[in-house]
């Protein structure tokens, strides 16, 4: 049986997330070969792709087998791999925040990097609050490759992603063969299977199919499922004389646990680590005791939640792509994919952290409180029975997001029109393009406020005369009186765009792009405003049924249209035949979404003065660098080297929800990105290592941190992976992925300690069909936080200095075993 590229082993590694195919004779020599030979099809002005060596932009092609050594266990961890991507992988299913080469993480997400599914947006915006587009794509056997592009032709070749592209690229089943693979955890509930069949069924027919489904995913030990449901996916190919016709179709249905922000240890300036009772890696507020419980939503009528719902998408998709020569040389492109997407969000927000009796005896008066539930219903809760029951003396004030995503559907399209010219002694490239995207953002947010114990297994707390079955605030997190809030809100984008690639016989490639973004936003938002209510039907109106958030049915009308206009330039010489070196210049633009409607519109639902650049974030980028793919000559084995030097100035507008606070800065960066691929015999390694100076370059909003550092911006991050094929029994490698100190914020106060993640992998080919893999996330269990909460700073032992900050880390150690059958 012949195995190729795109069917390697998915390491072992994959905790949790392990899938592909492998066979041992296909992991040698043939794998760096390959790399030569890929043509990346993301981010290129050629039409039908073209190899990196030629390209005048980063790019990289990570299949499977390459992706899987970081050892995921969910889609946002899969981005560690990718050269460049620095990606804050601690939500768990979803809701990451993704950033390239110093642009801002000033609210989260992925607001400068378009995460696409073969060629076509997830979702328009990258940031949507409550919306995050790695949520809304599963990974699995299914997937062939990511291709990934850092600056350069993303200002112009997609919306909402002038930083980078993201494209997970599906298997066709043009390749016949499938695989069918049992995973479980070693040392946590976890349970998967994975399945996917590709091949012909005629001549000029193919098609694929595949999915999964998982139960389990407990890496934190919340007490009940942290993930729960599965996809299917599938494709059918017809190939005719002169192109082909493509059809796919996908349904999902799955919840994934996320993570928020929780009660973490301060010293001095530095984020330190757990705090007693509460691991920052291994622990979470989650909980079956604030599982389930009841608000108020949008309708005003009460409304039943489950935790474990996380955030739950519920997906189906319908897509087409034709590609035909058409004749006189000009070859047609048509794209377009239809997604009914909805579902929920549903998680625990640390809002404030407090000593019990301090708490009490100020906040509260002097109340009592009592356990509602738990171990301990009914006990006193004080803060020397805190202490024996969990650990610490702490109370954790609690806004749970509990957020309805009524319909986040899209309609996205692209049409291309390209032609090759052959001159004497070059070829030119043309293309013309259009693009366009319908997104609905109807959310429904009704977020309740209540007080827990500090501990993995937290506990709601009563406190008499200010709390209801628990509850302190019906729809009043943060202790706001509006956080019953409903939008409805629809955007279109269209972007013309032409570009053309001009490649001399003498190696030097020029090539430039333009593109028109227009944006279209109409709808509305509504407010809350506290009134009475019995949530809980029992014909008294409780302390918190006092002032429960209603919705108004008034609040802002957003009926605007903003545009801009997008350009590169690049250049690539062919030095030899496995040397090049280049350069690009880029200007383009991110538009902002829901985000903005908080303070930049007016009353008629036109933008306020200067609105319009509040919803259009500009960004200037430089590159230059060298690709280097050297076999046998001048070094042994093959080496692939690439290495850029990379200048950008983001200047953003943007709001922040948690602290209702509006932020507007102009950043500058400049940095080196390096990948390497090197093989030899048995040995592999592979790799990035990025350096990022950035630093805030002006502010309308916060002028004292000028010159500061941008917030969760490291100087290093890294992701190195040597592994050795033993021939006739398996592969083991080990992969460190890691990032040097981040600032808390943008006032560079608190620092978050950078550090090295272990994971290993190991794989053993028990037949040349069967193969039983073992992996490991996070060998040494170590702490990294990723996000803290500059706001939420707490003095919680009475000294004066503050010891107690809201802050996330990564998921701490798991293992899984995997056994796959291919056929």
């Known amino acids: 049986m012949s195995i190729t590229r795109n069917s390697l082993l998915l390491s072992a590694g994959a905790v949790a997330l392990v899938y592909g195919a492998s066979a041992q004779d296909a992991i040698e020599a043939t794998e760096s070969e390959a790399r030569q030979e890929v043509v990346v099809v993301t981010g290129v002005v050629k039409s039908g792709g ?62 400068y990097v378009s995460l696409q599914e073969d060629g076509l947006p997830i979702l328009l915006f990258g940031d949507f609050d409550f919306g995050p587009a790695d949520g809304f794509y599963k990974v699995d056997s299914t997937l062939d490759r990511v291709e990934s592009v850092r600056g350069g032709t993303a200002s112009t070749l997609t919306t909402n992603g002038p930083g980078g592209i993201i494209n997970f690229i599906s298997k066709t089943g043009s390749t016949e063969g499938g695989s069918i693979a049992l995973s479980t955890g070693l040392d946590h509930d976890d349970y998967r299977a994975d399945f996917e069949y590709g091949g012909s069924l005629s001549d000029s027919l193919y098609f694929h199919v595949g999915g999964h ?54 010293s001095g300036n530095e984020v330190t680590d757990s705090i007693a009772g509460l691991s920052a890696t291994n622990d979470s507020l989650h909980s079956p005791f604030i599982r389930n419980g009841r608000d108020v939503d949008g309708e005003n009528t009460v409304n039943n939640y489950d935790l474990a719902d996380g955030i739950r998408t519920q997906l189906k998709s319908l897509g087409v792509q034709a590609n035909f020569d058409i004749g006189a040389g000009i070859n047609l492109d048509a794209k377009a994919r239809y997604q009914d997407i909805s579902g929920y969000f549903n998680a625990p927000f640390t809002h404030a952290v407090s000593d019990a009796d301090t708490l009490l005896a100020g906040t509260y008066g002097g109340a009592t409180a009592s356990f509602f539930n738990g171990p301990g219903t009914g006990n006193p809760v004080t803060s020397d029975t805190l202490l024996a029951a969990t650990g610490n003396s702490l109370i954790s004030e609690v806004a749970y997001f509990n957020t309805d995503l009524d319909d986040m559907s899209n309609f996205a399209s692209e049409l291309r029109a390209s032609k090759s010219l052959s001159l004497d002694g070059s070829t030119l490239d043309l293309t013309a393009g259009y693009f366009f995207m319908n997104q609905k953002f109807v959310q429904d947010w009704h977020w309740n406020r209540f007080l827990t114990s500090t501990d993995t297994n937290a506990s709601l707390i009563d406190i008499a005369g200010f709390t209801d079955n628990g509850i302190l605030g019906y729809n009043q997190a943060f202790g706001w009186t509006g956080t019953n809030r409903n939008y409805d809100l629809e955007y279109q984008a269209r972007a013309p765009f032409v570009a053309a690639n001009w490649a001399l016989d003498n190696g030097l490639t020029l090539d430039g792009s333009i593109r028109l973004d227009t944006l279209e936003q109409t709808g509305t938002r509504t407010e809350g405003a506290p009134g009475a209510f019995d949530v809980d039907g029992d014909g008294v109106i409780d302390a918190p049924e006092t002032s429960v958030s209603l919705n108004t049915g008034l609040g802002g009308v957003a009926n605007f249209e903003v545009d801009h206009t997008s350009f590169t330039l690049g250049a690539n010489y062919l030095i030899s035949e496995s040397l090049s070196v280049f350069g690009r210049y880029s200007e383009g633009a991110a538009f902002n979404g829901e985000r903005q409607l908080f303070n930049s519109l007016n009353a008629g639902g036109g933008l306020v003065p200067g609105g319009e650049e ?4 500009e960004t200037q980028q430089f590159e230059a660098g060298l690709k280097w793919q050297e076999s046998g000559d001048a070094v042994p084995g093959q080496l692939d080297l690439y290495v850029t030097y990379f200048n950008a100035e983001t200047k953003e507008d943007n709001y922040e929800i948690t602290t209702m606070t509006a932020l507007g800065n102009t950043y500058v960066s400049q940095g080196i990105e390096t990948e390497l691929n090197y093989a030899y015999e048995g040995f592999d390694l592979s790799g990035s290592v990025t350096f990022t100076d950035a630093e805030i370059d002006a502010s309308d909003t916060a002028p004292t941190n000028v010159g500061n550092t941008p917030r969760r911006q490291a100087d290093w991050i890294w992701s190195l992976t040597p592994s050795y094929t033993i021939d006739g029994l398996g592969r083991i490698g080990v992969n460190f992925t890691g990032t040097t100190d981040t600032y808390v914020d943008d006032d560079n106060v608190y620092v978050m300690p950078g550090a090295t993640v272990t994971n290993l992998f190991a794989d053993w080919d028990i037949t040349d069909q069967a193969t039983l893999s073992i992996g490991v996330n996070n060998v040494f269990d170590e702490v990294l936080f990723t996000e803290a909460e500059n706001g939420r700073v707490f003095d919680t032992d009475g000294n004066g200095t503050p010891d107690v900050i809201v802050a996330r880390s990564i998921n701490g150690t798991s293992a899984t075993a995997t056994l796959r059958y291919r056929f």
Do not use: C, H
Not at 65 to 90: Q, Y
Not at 222 to 242: N, P, Y
Not at 614 to 617: A, H, N, Q
């Open 50 to 111: 073209q190899n990196r060596l030629d390209s005048s932009i980063s790019v990289s092609s990570l299949d499977q087998s390459e992706l899987m050594k970081t050892a995921p266990r969910s889609t946002s961890e899969i981005f560690r791999a990718l050269p460049g991507i620095r990606a804050e992988s601690s939500a768990g299913g979803g809701n990451s925040n993704i950033a390239v080469r110093g642009m801002p993480l000033s609210t989260g997400g992925a607001k």
């Open 213 to 266: 489904w998982q139960q389990g995913g407990d890496y934190r030990d919340l007490g009940f499922d942290a993930v729960s449901g599965g996809q299917i996916r599938a494709s059918l190919t017809k190939e005719f004389e002169s192109g082909f016709i493509r059809v796919n179709t996908k349904w999902l249905d799955k919840a994934d646990a996320t993570y928020m922000p929780q009660a973490a240890g301060l």
């Open 614 to 617: 509040t919803f259009v974030d």
